[in-house]
């Protein structure tokens, strides 16, 4: 068996990469290569996997559906060249891999599902980018801003188009993996392959300071960064991956920390885990001149004696501690919002300029999350936000429900893996 792997964007990337190690891990491993739509593909090649064509950062970064002028860019930054060549790098693999078993894993949108079919081999799918959730949940539709949004699926009653149905209801198309049960249950109901299997997204996030976590990492394994006071609120920060928007946020972010600390008068403990992106100094420099003091190379502290907060700008590698050890989450990101909600916490985003995080995103990720998301529309509400929703145990329990019950339980990049190398 033969696996082409293509995907478009940094987080689908990464959705890609767990599916595939967890093939490599299998005891017939298939032959796997990648072809990343979007950015040069880091990710596979650090992990071994070979890319079978061309590959090309764009000016937008792949956040083309936010703003229509990142589309004009793109194409005067060579898309359209880009997709001619990409699209017959994957014809030219469909042929050579005709023996044996040729498959092709989609991961993303309509882009990699529309590449895999025109390939003219089998094709499975992991729709990372839509939910049945965006427009209803478990008790009915949400409402809508304007007559005019998302018309046409509800008009369908479905939240993939009718022509993203028809590439996944093809003969080649073997299997669908929706992100959550809501979606594939509806898609099942329109006679397209869908599994249920969960969403890779909440794989590889497995930590306890204490005990084994069930995900396969043992406590006497970790390296247990932070010391944390058990008196402080612990806040992670999430201001997102991609340079330069996440400095932005990262400013406005604090502005929103500087606002707790004078409005709640309690210490905080303060949790950042920095994306490989990102340089470490320039995050450095907005907390010198937001006034906080460097007490070691990754800590930094503001206020007096009992009131006196801490911040910790930990290796990305510790992100998985910071989501756990958190009580609640000060986010303007995708991916990682969705990561920490998963986990059964809440957290607030504040809307930003984009191009990823902007206010249309941020509402849309208010329909995606549910009760486990507050839409803070300026930084200086964040306090107010978060000193009612503590005040609120009820909220809470709502809150840790939805969160696991919207993304499910880890494990689902290996049930994925499983069902693949079942399909040959």
Request: net charge neutral; glycine share 8%.
């Amino acid at each position: 068996m033969r696996v082409l792997c293509l995907s478009n964007g940094h987080g689908e990337d990464a959705i890609a990469l767990r599916i595939l190690r967890e093939l490599q891990q299998h005891p017939t491993p298939p032959e796997l290569a990648a072809l990343p739509i979007v950015g040069e593909g880091h990710a596979y090649i650090d992990n071994g996997i070979p890319l079978i064509g061309s590959v090309k950062t764009m000016p937008s970064g792949g956040f083309i559906y936010q703003d229509g002028r990142q589309l004009a860019r793109d194409i005067r930054g060579g898309l359209l060249q880009l997709t001619l060549t990409q699209l017959r790098a994957i014809k030219a693999w469909a042929k050579e891999a005709a023996t044996p078993t040729p498959l092709i894993l989609a991961v993303g949108d309509i882009v990699p599902l529309l590449f895999a079919r025109l390939s003219g081999v089998p094709y499975a799918f992991v729709g990372t980018a839509k939910s049945e959730y965006y427009l209803r949940d478990e008790a009915g539709w949400l409402p809508r801003k304007s007559w005019f949004d998302d018309r046409l699926e509800r008009w369908t009653e479905c939240i993939y188009l009718p022509w993203e149905r028809w590439l996944m209801s093809h003969p080649n198309c073997k299997a669908v993996f929706p992100r959550d049960s809501i979606t594939a249950a509806n898609l099942k109901r329109r006679h397209i392959p869908a599994f249920d299997l969960g969403n890779p997204m909440m794989d590889g996030l497995g930590w306890s300071d204490q005990t084994d976590d069930g995900l396969g990492t043992e406590a006497k394994n970790r390296d247990l960064a932070f010391s944390v006071k058990p008196a402080a609120l612990t806040i992670a920060l999430l201001p997102g991956s991609r340079p330069p928007e996440a400095y932005a946020n990262w400013e406005t972010i604090l502005q929103a920390v500087n606002g707790m600390i004078a409005q709640m008068r309690q210490p905080l403990t303060l949790l950042a885990a920095i994306a490989p992106q990102l340089e470490p100094e320039m995050l450095h420099q907005t907390l010198i001149a937001f006034r906080w003091q460097q007490t070691t190379a990754d800590t930094y502290t503001v206020g007096l004696g009992e009131q006196r907060s801490t911040l910790i700008l930990a290796p990305h590698h510790r992100f998985a501690e910071c989501l756990h050890r958190a009580d609640v989450a000060i986010s303007m990101s995708g991916t990682a919002t969705e990561q920490f909600v998963g986990l059964g916490k809440p957290a607030m985003i504040i809307p930003g300029k984009g191009p990823q995080f902007t206010p249309a995103f941020a509402e849309a990720q208010t329909r995606l999350l549910g009760p486990s998301v507050t839409l803070v529309k300026t930084h200086d509400r964040v306090a107010a936000a978060i000193q009612s929703l503590l005040q609120n145990p009820d909220a809470l329990q709502i809150i840790a429900e939805n969160g696991r019950r919207r993304l499910g339980p880890p494990g689902a990049a290996k049930r994925i893996a499983n069902c693949l190398v079942e399909l040959r």
